[in-house]
Each structure stands twice: as C-alpha cells, then as structure tokens.
C-alpha cells in the first residue's frame, strides 16, 4: 500500500477482521456453486449466500473508508524504504516475541538507514527543478516541478481523469515533494507551427502541426504530436536534436518514424509514460 499505492489504512486490522472471514466464505461458496451446478435450486440458494457475502465485504471496506482519519495518504516511499520497513518490522517481532537483543540493534539500524535514506532524498531531489512529459493512455501532458508547487502546460483531460492522476502522475509529484498545483502556464514562446519552453538553458518545441517554417536557431528536444512530421521534412540545421514521440501519435506513424530516424541517424525517444528532462 505504501510502495505503490502512497497510502497507509489506518484501520486496516478492524477491517480485515471483517474482510478475511467473509471472503472465505465467499470463495468456498464460489467452489460450491461449481460443485452444485447440476442443482437448479442448490445453485440458486448459494449464488444469493456468495453474493450476499460479497456485499457485506465491500459495505464493511466503505464503512471503514469514511472513519476520520482512515486514511493517511500523499505518502511517497522507495524500493529501498520499503525493505528496511519490512526489516524494522522483523526486528519488532523478534525483540516480542524471542526477548532477542539483535531485534532491538535491527530496529536501531533500519530506522537510522530510514532517516538517512530520506535525507537524502531531501537534499538531491525536492530541491531539483524538473519538466516532466507525461505520455498516458494516448494523451500527452507537460508538467513543471519547482520547489514544492507543480504547473501544468498541455494536461489535456488528464487534470480530471482521476485514475490516471492517482496511479501515474501523483507518484512522480509526491516523490518531487509538490505540495500545490496549478493549471497556469509558465512561460511559454510561440512561433510560427512551434510552442517553446525553456528549460535548464535547454529549449523545448511542441509540435502539432506540419510546420511551414523551421526554427533558425538551434533546439534540444522536439516533442511532436499527432503525426506532425516525420524525418524526412526535417532539415539539417535540426538533426543534432533528440526526437520525442508523445502517446497522440498512431502506431503506424511511429514505426515510420522509427525506420527513416534510423536511416538519417536521428536522436529520438518513444515515449510509453514520463520523461523528466
């Protein structure tokens, strides 16, 4: 729950006292109907037995979801965090339930390496200004992390897709420490077929569009979108930069992409969920 889903059921031993025992029933009770399907009747009375098992389940999880305090959530941990939480937990256990002294010198241990891995999480990656593509379920959104506040450029209808928000863009948020966000464009320069950003001295153009005129200074990264161009219209003055194909793009058009790129030897990325730049 922490790892991956950034959240912490408070009440999770009263809600399991209920969950437990009345999923197991409704799992027997699942086999059972198997068993008596040659039953018209049998079948019937233990279809209404499972499913009525299934929803006292859920009611009781929705019950507990509405206590105050219930949930912690906007928890960020890594891979690393969770295995020395797990080693913390051990150490409880064995300081419990054996009296052994190593579970108190464990316990020491995992919570010192704890403290210092978020230390140092602290130090080299909140403080970081960061511009993050996010490419998710065929729409393409830009987002700015700096010290704590996010803006979006472009979020499309990512902003109110509450799934997609919960499962692939507040993990990136709560790992860069944000704390506000905002819709509000940052700066932003538009040319002829082309949006700039500048970032780290780096400058970004989103494409949307076939463009007419080229820039005639040098860019780092382009971003094209629904098929904009492909390599063959790009010029040589552009070659040197890195190509980043967003999720608006159809398959065909990638693979197209993907074949003239190499053969002009292009720098280009495919994009599946984010980039950080």
């Known amino acids: 729950g922490l790892l991956y889903f950034h959240q912490f059921p408070v009440y999770f031993i009263f809600s399991n006292l209920i969950v437990i025992p009345v999923s197991t029933i409704a799992l027997v009770g699942g086999l059972a109907c198997l068993a ?11 279809v209404w037995i499972t499913d009525f098992m299934i929803w006292i389940m859920n009611a009781s999880v929705r019950l507990v979801e509405i206590l105050p305090g219930s949930v912690i959530d906007n928890i960020y941990i890594n891979i690393a965090q969770s295995w020395l939480l797990l080693s913390l937990l051990f150490g409880l256990w064995l300081l419990w339930e054996h009296k052994l002294k190593f579970g108190a010198w464990l316990i020491a ?51 109110t897709n509450k799934s997609s928000l ?10 860069a420490g944000v704390s506000q966000n ?18 780290h001295n780096k400058i970004v153009a989103i494409v949307n569009r076939k463009p007419k005129h080229w820039p005639n200074f040098k860019v780092d990264y382009y971003l094209i979108s629904h098929q904009a161009v492909l390599p063959k219209l790009i010029p040589e003055s552009q070659q040197d930069a890195v190509f ?18 190499s053969k002009r030897k292009l720098q280009y990325l495919i994009l599946h969920q984010s980039l950080t730049l």
Not at 36 to 46: H, K, N, Q, T
Not at 115 to 124: A, D, I, K, W
Not at 252 to 257: C, D, I, N, P, R
Request: glycine letters at 2%.
């Open 36 to 46: 008596f399907s040659f039953s018209d009747f049998l079948m019937s009375v233990l």
């Open 109 to 159: 241990g995992s919570f010192s390496c704890l403290l210092l891995v978020q230390l140092e999480h602290e130090l080299n990656f909140r403080q970081t200004d960061l511009l993050v593509i996010h490419a998710i379920n065929n729409q393409t959104s830009v987002e700015h992390f700096q010290k704590g506040k996010s803006i979006w450029y472009r979020a499309d209808t990512l902003t």
């Open 166 to 175: 919960r499962m692939h863009i507040e993990p990136g948020r709560l790992k």
């Open 182 to 199: 905002s819709i509000q464009h940052f700066p932003l320069s538009q040319q002829n077929d082309f949006t700039f950003i500048l970032h």
């Open 244 to 261: 980043l194909l967003d999720a608006s793009n159809k398959v065909y058009f990638t693979k197209l992409f993907e074949r003239e790129a």
